[in-house]
């Protein structure tokens, strides 16, 4: 069974850094679309980063240029590194992937179905 485990999260000052990891043990992280969705209070989930199976990327406007999403398909370790942290970043940050091993299409975020519990991001004076 797929369980995806975020950590990594915590407290910091604006301008500060940040890296995320998220392991599991069911997937084959080259094998399939992964992405990090975060969820501020009050407000909906929506997409951050996502690396496809070839390596190629998407980053949300927002994040551009302060954030890198990067995986380690030997360790299955998926990360997300945030620099330059604003405190619009706060949120609770996700970890996700794509059920469907090895699918044609080239990846969504609305493809990324299986989530992790999640992991808290504060950024705060």
């Known amino acids: 069974q797929v369980q995806l485990v975020e950590s990594g999260g915590g407290s910091v000052q604006p301008g500060g850094s940040l890296r995320l990891s998220c392991v599991d043990s069911g997937y084959t992280y080259s094998t399939v679309c992964m992405g990090w969705f975060r969820q501020a209070p009050g407000k909906e989930r929506g997409g951050v980063a996502f690396?496809?199976?070839?390596?190629?990327?998407n980053y949300a406007d927002t994040v551009k240029g302060r954030f890198t999403i990067s995986k380690d398909n030997v360790k299955n370790i998926l990360y997300l590194q945030m620099n330059s942290l604003k405190p619009e970043d706060t949120a609770t940050y996700y970890c996700?992937?794509?059920?469907?091993?090895?699918?044609?299409?080239?990846?969504?975020?609305?493809?990324?179905?299986?989530w992790g519990q999640g992991t808290l991001v504060t950024v705060s004076s």
């Open positions: 996700a992937a794509d059920p469907w091993i090895g699918r044609p299409e080239e990846c969504e975020y609305s493809h990324l179905e299986v």
């Open positions: 690396i496809d199976r070839d390596g190629s990327t």
